[in-house]
């Protein structure tokens, strides 16, 4: 059985990555067997609960209000649209659910309170509640854990060197903080990143450094490859290449053999076969529905009809770590505090957010 290592650097996790791909594939194949089940791949459903009109300048998305996209901004969704939902995507096979809202940081109120209902609710149907809700406080963190939740994503995106090209409106070490401060509740980690944004290979590996040095590693890793979006910064990139994407979760298994890698925004640009070949590497999730909130995402029905084809099966919940118990908002044990996060890097521009952004006016 291999052992988790925690001191990856640039250039040996640019070796594996650049290996002959035979070599890779078996190696990670070898190591995937270790520590999960080849056959078991999690399908998790991402609900956006409030979508666009976010004040941040992510390069990549969509949802930024300064940019001109089709995005249509829709308020905070009620705990009953969102339990609707978790409803739906249970009995097609999700076991996890995961709620993003396009806000920059939690702000202690009535929506919070709002979004610490929707964990209890979802918690209490069995099923792993996850959020993405931007940068949150410690005190945040443990009212997220009282309520039920299971794991929090915050994507570190890229390397520390690229995020600065990639976004402005707040910093790499940002991310950290907010993961640290998740790191002292009992809920787990999601972080991960998007290939294809300009970024080098040393890019990729500094992320993977970033993720495999944290101890414990992340529970999970998304791997994502971006969906250029007309009107953001990176529309003009041109598309990843299935065999990075192979390359980057075979990779991403070898160094972090216990997480559950996500195979996550991207899928409707790969074929089956390459999907296969990545859940070959390592990866064990899905996320599925139309839409990964906002950009498109193969149907349900072709996902059951892969999952069929493969002799795949959906993974159950809970198969790591307990289903966390929801403590009423009645009764909870912490108060808001009302804390605002630190912006890190006031003044810091990108050139071509700034020509997205005039161009979105
Ligand atoms: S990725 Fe999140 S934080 Fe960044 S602009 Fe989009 S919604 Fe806002």
């Given at each position: 059985?291999?052992?988790?290592?925690?001191?990856?650097?640039?250039?040996?996790?640019?070796?594996?990555?650049?290996?002959?791909?035979?070599d890779l594939l078996y190696e990670a194949a070898?190591?995937?067997?270790?520590?999960?089940?080849?056959?078991?791949?999690?399908?998790?459903?991402?609900?956006?609960?409030?979508?666009?009109?976010?004040?941040?300048?992510?390069?990549?998305?969509?949802?930024?209000?300064?940019?001109?996209?089709?995005?249509?901004?829709?308020?905070?969704?009620?705990?009953?649209?969102?339990?609707?939902?978790?409803?739906?995507?249970?009995?097609?096979?999700?076991?996890?659910?995961?709620?993003?809202?396009?806000?920059?940081?939690?702000?202690?109120?009535?929506?919070?309170?709002?979004?610490?209902?929707?964990?209890?609710?979802?918690?209490?149907?069995?099923?792993?509640?996850?959020?993405?809700?931007?940068?949150?406080?410690?005190?945040?963190?443990?009212?997220?854990?009282?309520?039920?939740?299971?794991?929090?994503?915050?994507?570190?995106?890229?390397?520390?060197?690229?995020?600065?090209?990639?976004?402005?409106?707040?910093?790499?070490?940002?991310?950290?903080?907010?993961?640290?401060?998740?790191?002292?509740?009992?809920?787990?980690?999601?972080?991960?990143?998007?290939?294809?944004?300009?970024?080098?290979?040393?890019?990729?590996?500094?992320?993977?450094?970033?993720?495999?040095?944290?101890?414990?590693?992340?529970?999970?890793?998304?791997?994502?490859?971006?969906?250029?979006?007309?009107?953001?910064?990176?529309?003009?990139?041109?598309?990843?290449?299935?065999?990075?994407?192979?390359?980057?979760?075979?990779?991403?298994?070898?160094?972090?053999?216990?997480?559950?890698?996500?195979?996550?925004?991207?899928?409707?640009?790969?074929?089956?076969?390459?999907?296969?070949?990545?859940?070959?590497?390592?990866?064990?999730?899905?996320?599925?529905?139309?839409?990964?909130?906002?950009?498109?995402?193969?149907?349900?029905?072709?996902?059951?009809?892969?999952?069929?084809?493969?002799?795949?099966?959906?993974?159950?919940?809970?198969?790591?770590?307990?289903?966390?118990?929801?403590?009423?908002?009645?009764?909870?044990?912490?108060?808001?505090?009302?804390?605002?996060?630190?912006?890190?890097?006031?003044?810091?521009?990108?050139?071509?957010?700034?020509?997205?952004?005039?161009?979105?006016?």
């Amino acid at each position: 059985m291999s052992i988790t290592k925690h001191d990856w650097n640039k250039e040996e996790i640019i070796s594996i990555y650049n290996k002959p791909l035979m070599d890779l594939l078996y190696e990670a194949a070898t190591i995937h067997r270790e520590h999960h089940d080849p056959n078991v791949v999690q399908v998790s459903t991402l609900l956006s609960i409030k979508t666009g009109g976010c004040s941040e300048d992510c390069g990549y998305c969509p949802q930024a209000a300064r940019y001109d996209t089709d995005v249509e901004g829709n308020d905070l969704m009620s705990v009953s649209q969102v339990k609707a939902q978790a409803l739906r995507a249970k009995s097609n096979g999700s076991s996890r659910v995961c709620m993003g809202a396009a806000w920059r940081n939690v702000k202690d109120g009535s929506e919070f309170d709002q979004v610490l209902e929707m964990v209890r609710t979802v918690n209490k149907l069995d099923m792993e509640v996850c959020c993405t809700l931007g940068m949150i406080t410690e005190n945040q963190a443990k009212r997220l854990a009282e309520a039920g939740l299971y794991a929090y994503n915050h994507n570190l995106d890229t390397s520390e060197e690229y995020y600065k090209q990639v976004i402005s409106t707040r910093g790499f070490e940002d991310r950290l903080q907010t993961i640290e401060n998740v790191r002292k509740t009992n809920i787990t980690v999601c972080s991960g990143g998007i290939i294809g944004m300009g970024e080098s290979i040393e890019d990729r590996a500094g992320m993977l450094v970033a993720l495999s040095t944290l101890n414990p590693q992340p529970e999970s890793v998304p791997i994502n490859a971006l969906v250029a979006v007309e009107g953001t910064p990176l529309e003009d990139e041109k598309p990843v290449e299935i065999w990075e994407m192979i390359r980057m979760v075979a990779t991403t298994r070898i160094i972090m053999p216990e997480t559950q890698v996500r195979l996550s925004a991207g899928r409707m640009n790969m074929s089956r076969e390459g999907q296969a070949m990545c859940f070959f590497a390592g990866a064990n999730s899905i996320f599925a529905g139309d839409k990964l909130l906002t950009t498109p995402n193969p149907d349900v029905n072709d996902d059951m009809k892969m999952f069929e084809m493969l002799g795949l099966l959906p993974q159950k919940p809970f198969i790591k770590i307990t289903q966390p118990i929801s403590v009423e908002a009645s009764d909870s044990q912490f108060a808001p505090l009302g804390e605002k996060p630190k912006w890190s890097r006031p003044g810091h521009t990108i050139e071509r957010n700034v020509e997205a952004s005039e161009k979105g006016k």
